[in-house]
């Protein structure tokens, strides 16, 4: 069970990027899967999470409608969308995997702990 | 509010009990979760719903919650304990996570 990241690099204030996340032994029809952001020397920040049930994506309110979430079922893949992008938004992206127990008939209970981490995806917003 | 709040850092001598402490006016209606991030790793859960440890996680890894302060405790610190540790929790609605700014921790 592991989450990989890719997609990130140097991208210049205003400019958009889309990072990835793709899962394997598990599928993200299943499980809820969030992005969770560390800018340099700092501590974790909560981005966004999308979700098997409603409501089905929720992102930071610092955001402000500048990160959308998207998935691929074919793909096992998450994708974050980035765009008007700022200094601040300067970090390390790790997808995560929310923590469930699976139940009975296919059902999951929900942690709201992450349980897998991928080892993170580095964005870079410099002119 | 829905904020968390730790302290920056702790220290204790190997062998040691350290606690890290994690406030919150409305801890006492969340659960709290704790991480633990080695320098340049992933973070790594170490507790959730409070008190509960995930398969593999070393049982001198606990944690406690009472009213509006919840508790990370290693009991007898070893030196590969030292990392950062973050507490979490939600918001209002239950959909948005929070970090506390995180503690470091030195065992030495």
């Known amino acids: 069970v592991q989450v990989v990241e890719s997609g990130g690099g140097l991208v210049k204030p205003g400019g958009s990027l889309r990072l990835s996340c793709e899962a394997s032994?598990?599928?993200?029809?299943?499980?809820?899967v969030n992005w969770v952001r560390q800018a340099p020397g700092k501590g974790l920040e909560w981005v966004a999470a999308?979700?098997?049930?409603?409501?089905?994506?929720s992102y930071a309110e610092s955001l402000r409608g500048r990160f959308t979430l998207s998935r691929d079922d074919a793909k096992n893949s998450v994708y974050l969308q980035m765009s008007s992008l700022r200094s601040e938004d300067t970090a390390v992206y790790y997808c995560a995997r929310d923590f469930g127990v699976p139940m009975t008939r296919g059902l999951i209970t929900w942690t709201d702990g992450m349980d897998v981490w991928g080892q993170g995806t580095t964005v870079t917003v410099s002119s | 509010s829905f904020e968390v709040t730790q302290p920056p850092s702790v220290s204790v001598s190997p062998g040691q009990t350290a606690s890290i402490i994690c406030s919150g006016d409305a801890l006492p209606k969340k659960y709290v979760q704790w991480y633990q991030q080695k320098s340049g790793q992933a973070p790594v859960l170490v507790i959730f719903e409070d008190t509960k440890r995930p398969s593999g996680i070393p049982a001198r890894f606990s944690g406690s919650s009472s009213g509006t302060v919840a508790t990370l405790t290693i009991s007898g610190a070893q030196v590969e304990d030292e990392a950062d540790y973050y507490c979490s929790s939600t918001d209002k609605s239950g959909d948005h996570k929070l970090f506390g700014g995180g503690t470091k921790l030195t065992v030495l």
């Open positions: 032994g598990f599928s993200v029809t299943r499980w809820n």
């Open positions: 999308i979700r098997t049930t409603g409501p089905y994506t």
